[in-house]
């Protein structure tokens, strides 16, 4: 299960310069055949195994044995085919043939074989399943080898798609070169920008014109600015340069082209599972009931959400049986307070002597809009007679109050595509698993053996296990799921043919023209 903070690794370099205006770049100064993609934080050396580079960068230089496809489709990369053993136990793969690292290595099992030791069965990184389970691997032929499990690992096929460490580095490759079989060779990076340019001699579709920048430029108005002057030609998607759903708004305005559709991630308000006032299910059914996440979706998302009452979207796999999105109902909370014995109406609650007082944990730093949410939902409680208290902190506060579970109330949100389900059921909702500064939406002792069998159940029986944690986090109200924020990228109208990637971990170039 997992034991590392995987949207802690998507917040570094946030010490890279903050460029108010970039520099001017026109299609007279060579840059017709250049697509200028703005990231939030530097590259660095796109170390496999250490968190010292952005996710979204590996990507395009280095390819997995099986990419994530459409609603967690698994499509072929370096593995043309693999057969999973009806025990479990074993994992063949067919490598692709003919292909070769940008340095000339060829790929074959002992490019193979050398990749995967270096995170299977290393306790690093025991959070990746098939990791912990690894036994052995076996070279069958020149272009196939067996992986070798401990034990069954249903979700071990969606774990080779995951962005880091699974992808494949040359063995030549010297320290702080990444060296890959991907569409694109890193030419240069450092702080301010990485520059790649075309792998002629990549085995897929070969991208349609022939050098990407990656420019890093922090602050979201500065990157749209610089798309409005011409300077950047894509902004957006959460994990490389987020974009808000107010900024893309004013973009389309002023004829950008904005592209969005639903995404993987499910923002969450969780309950603290430490705290005495949220140990109370009648609570929690009240703050359930007196939230319009209709209107937080429209209001607050600028209609760039879908509200929610599911865990997981329809968008990632197994995500299990729809409920229908409650209509925020005053009455219902209310009724539901006065079931569970607390006394009081619109003006207070209490109980046993006790106010009914909610500490509400934000941060703008850590989950940027997240004290506007707070306000709407204090509002909205305030009516049912919830008196709900904002703590608005910085970043390092809240990486320290969130894990130590010292707030009543806080937002969360799953890991979306390629992580989940299996990636925020095994860390977010799991007692034993450390997920450092992203805490957990909520644990039980009850819920621990429910993941843990949904985790190492597979085939047919696999859905079953997986809506049984479905229905006790919904039974129990263990969290309360707001909304599901659409992808949101916005382009220069230069860029032709542009579609979203795949997941937000993915750089768009697929299919891009530039005019």
């Given at each position: 299960?997992?034991?590392?903070?995987?949207?802690?690794?998507?917040?570094?370099?946030?010490?890279?310069?903050?460029?108010?205006?970039?520099?001017?770049?026109?299609?007279?100064?060579?840059?017709?055949?250049?697509?200028?993609?703005?990231?939030?934080g530097e590259t660095g050396d796109l170390d496999l195994l250490q968190n010292v580079s952005t996710l979204s960068s590996y990507t395009i230089v280095f390819d997995g044995l099986i990419h994530y496809g459409p609603g967690g489709t698994l499509e072929p990369g370096l593995a043309t085919a693999w057969t999973v053993a009806e025990d479990g136990l074993s994992i063949s793969f067919d490598l692709r043939e003919g292909v070769s690292f940008s340095d000339g290595t060829p790929f074959d099992a002992d490019a193979a074989e050398w990749n995967l030791l270096r995170w299977m069965g290393v306790a690093d990184f025991s959070w990746i399943g098939i990791a912990d389970a690894y036994d052995s691997i076996v070279k069958d032929a020149p272009n196939k080898i067996t992986v070798k499990l401990k034990r069954p690992v249903p979700a071990a096929l969606?774990?080779?798609?995951?962005?880091?460490?699974?992808?494949?580095?040359?063995?030549?490759?010297?320290?702080?070169?990444p060296i890959g079989t991907g569409p694109w060779i890193?030419?240069?990076?450092?702080?301010?920008?990485?520059?790649?340019?075309?792998?002629?001699?990549?085995?897929?579709?070969?991208?349609?014109?022939?050098?990407?920048?990656?420019?890093?430029?922090?602050?979201?108005?500065?990157?749209?600015?610089?798309?409005?002057?011409g300077d950047l030609d894509v902004i957006?998607?959460?994990?490389?340069?987020?974009?808000?759903?107010?900024?893309?708004?004013?973009?389309?305005?002023?004829?950008?082209?904005?592209?969005?559709?639903?995404?993987?991630a499910t923002t969450i308000l969780g309950y603290s599972p430490k705290s005495p006032m949220m140990q109370d299910k009648a609570v929690?059914?009240?703050?359930?009931?007196?939230?319009?996440?209709?209107?937080?979706?429209?209001?607050?998302?600028?209609?760039?959400?879908?509200?929610?009452?599911?865990?997981?979207?329809?968008?990632?796999?197994?995500?299990?049986?729809?409920?229908?999105?409650?209509?925020?109902?005053?009455?219902?909370?209310?009724a539901a307070l006065t079931a569970g014995?607390?006394?009081?109406?619109?003006?207070?609650?209490?109980?046993?002597?006790?106010?009914?007082?909610?500490?509400?944990?934000?941060?703008?730093?850590?989950?940027?809009?997240?004290?506007?949410?707070?306000?709407?939902?204090?509002?909205?409680?305030?009516?049912?007679?919830?008196?709900?208290?904002?703590?608005?902190?910085?970043?390092?506060?809240?990486?320290?109050?969130?894990?130590?579970?010292?707030?009543?109330?806080?937002?969360?949100?799953?890991?979306?595509?390629?992580?989940?389900?299996h990636g925020s059921l095994g860390a977010s909702f799991v007692t034993a698993s450390d997920t450092g500064p992203d805490g957990k939406i909520y644990i039980h002792p009850d819920l621990d053996p429910l993941v843990a069998t949904a985790l190492e159940t597979g085939g047919d029986a696999r859905e079953g296990a997986m809506q049984a944690v479905y229905d006790w986090l919904y039974d129990n109200t263990a969290a309360c799921p707001l909304v599901v924020t659409q992808r949101i990228w916005a382009v220069n109208p230069r860029v032709k043919g542009f579609a979203l990637p795949v997941t937000d971990y993915d750089i768009p170039f697929k299919g891009i023209t530039l005019g």
């Open positions: 299960m997992p034991t590392l903070s995987r949207r802690s690794l998507l917040t570094i370099a946030t010490a890279a310069p903050l460029f108010a205006i970039l520099p001017k770049i026109t299609l007279a100064d060579g840059h017709g055949d250049t697509l200028r993609v703005a990231i939030a969606l774990e080779l798609t995951i962005v880091r460490p699974v992808r494949f580095l040359s063995p030549k490759a010297a320290a702080g070169q890193v030419e240069s990076f450092d702080a301010t920008k990485t520059v790649l340019t075309r792998n002629d001699a990549y085995w897929g579709e070969k991208p349609a014109f022939s050098r990407l920048e990656l420019l890093v430029v922090p602050d979201e108005l500065a990157r749209a600015n610089a798309l409005r002057a957006g998607g959460d994990w490389v340069a987020a974009l808000s759903p107010r900024r893309a708004k004013a973009l389309e305005g002023e004829g950008m082209i904005v592209v969005a559709e639903p995404g993987t929690r059914d009240a703050i359930f009931l007196g939230i319009d996440r209709a209107a937080v979706a429209a209001v607050l998302f600028e209609g760039y959400a879908d509200p929610t009452a599911d865990i997981f979207p329809t968008t990632v796999p197994t995500a299990g049986m729809r409920h229908d999105v409650p209509a925020r109902d005053v009455a219902a909370a209310q014995g607390w006394a009081g109406d619109a003006s207070g609650w209490t109980k046993d002597g006790t106010a009914l007082e909610i500490d509400f944990l934000v941060s703008d730093e850590s989950f940027p809009g997240s004290r506007r949410i707070a306000e709407m939902i204090q509002g909205m409680l305030s009516e049912v007679g919830l008196k709900v208290n904002i703590s608005s902190v910085d970043n390092a506060t809240m990486h320290e109050r969130r894990p130590a579970f010292q707030y009543d109330l806080t937002f969360f949100a799953t890991y979306g595509a390629p992580y989940d389900p």
